[in-house]
Structures are given as structure tokens and as C-alpha cells.
């Protein structure tokens, strides 16, 4: 018994990253582009129309070898079936890779602080500070904010929640905020707080002497 339990268990555990992989990607095909985001095209073999090419304000991307198409207001998956579509015509066999991005500022407390690209639907807000080289030693991961156009939409959210379920857009600015004082000089109180019993204990001692 313990045994076909074990295999059935094996079994379930085997499936679960097809079955994440799944739902990532019935997520993905429901994105929709708009501007500023970025598309990455990975062209074996043909490095000149391999690259990171950005939605236009006009909701258009402008692609070697296919010229411009427009790419907002549809699905992602109905895009790059026309972009695979249109690849097939031009090239002979090709293997080609799309994969869609948000780009975001990541801002505060973080190493390398910039524009990242993140995936819209696998990455979450502790991803894209990785990206930023992590959070410094001040940085606190549980406190950040998301600003759009120089407006808080969100706030006190921890790095653990995903872009997708917090609505990211592209040009948006993650925020990684400072740990409070006690927590940043932890170490210095406890020193205090020790040296303040010693010298109690020390005038306690004398004066009972």
C-alpha cells in the first residue's frame, strides 16, 4: 500500500511544474500589450532580427524584417500567432522565440537602481528587485510601493505578491522603502541596553558593599 501510495504521490509531484507551466501560460495569453512594454525576439541564427523592441505610444512595434504592426488592444496569443504567421513567410524552418516584458523602474533602497524588464505574469516584486541587485542593508522588502505617474497606488506591499495580480504596467516605479530605526540599530540598542545593566549592576554591587 505504502508503495502505490508513494508512486501516486511521484506521479502528482511530477505534473505540478507542467501544471504551473500551464497556467503561467494560459495567464500570458491573456495579456494584452500597450505601450512600453517590450517584446523579445529570439531568431536562431539571425542575430540582426534577434532583440528587445518596445510598444510604441501609438500602441505599435516596429520589427526587422516585418516592418510595423499594431499590437495593442488584442491578446497576447492572437499577437504572436500573426508574428510567428508572418516570420513563417519570410523565413525558411525557423525557430523562433517571443516573449513578452513590462519594463518598470526599480527605485530606493536597491543596489542597482534603474529600468528592468519583468515578466508580466511569472515575476514577482521580490524578482524584480533582484534584478536591481537586491535590497541594501537599510531595505526593507515588506515595505514597498508602486507609483504610476508620480501618484501612490499602492502601498506597504510585501516583495512575495505577483506584478500580475497587483496590475504593473510598464513605466511604473517599484519603490523599496528604509526598515525602521529600531530595526536598523538593533544591534547598537542591544549594545546600549547591556552596557546600561552592567553599570546598574555595577552601582547596585558597590552600594550593597
Known amino acids: 500500500m505504502s508503495l502505490i501510495r508513494s508512486f501516486f504521490i511521484l506521479l502528482i509531484l511530477a505534473g505540478a511544474p507542467a501544471l504551473a507551466e500551464t497556467q503561467a501560460t494560459q495567464d500570458l495569453g491573456e495579456l494584452i500589450l500597450v505601450p512600453g512594454d517590450i517584446l523579445r525576439v529570439a531568431i536562431w541564427r539571425e ?38 504567421e508572418e516570420y513563417l513567410g519570410e523565413l525558411r524552418n525557423p525557430s523562433i522565440e517571443l516573449v513578452p516584458f513590462r519594463n518598470v523602474y526599480v527605485l530606493g533602497e536597491v ?8 515578466h508580466p505574469t511569472n515575476d514577482n516584486l521580490a524578482g524584480a528587485v533582484s534584478l536591481a541587485g537586491g535590497v541594501t542593508s537599510d531595505g526593507d522588502i515588506t515595505n514597498m510601493r508602486i507609483v504610476r505617474e ?18 504593473v504596467r510598464s513605466g511604473d516605479q517599484l519603490f523599496i522603502g528604509r526598515r525602521n530605526w529600531l530595526a536598523r540599530n538593533s544591534t547598537f540598542v542591544a549594545s546600549a541596553v547591556l552596557s546600561i545593566s552592567g553599570i546598574l549592576v555595577a552601582i547596585l554591587t558597590a552600594g550593597g558593599g
Request: aromatic share 4%.
Open 47 to 84: 542575430p540582426g532580427l534577434s532583440g528587445d523592441f518596445q510598444v510604441d505610444k501609438d500602441g505599435t512595434l516596429v520589427l526587422p524584417l516585418l516592418g510595423k504592426t499594431q499590437v495593442d488592444d488584442r491578446a497576447w496569443n492572437v499577437v504572436k500567432d500573426d508574428l510567428m
Open 111 to 118: 543596489t542597482l537602481p534603474g529600468r528592468y524588464n519583468v
Open 150 to 167: 508620480g501618484v501612490i497606488i499602492l502601498d506597504g506591499i510585501a516583495g512575495e505578491q505577483r506584478l500580475a495580480e497587483l496590475g
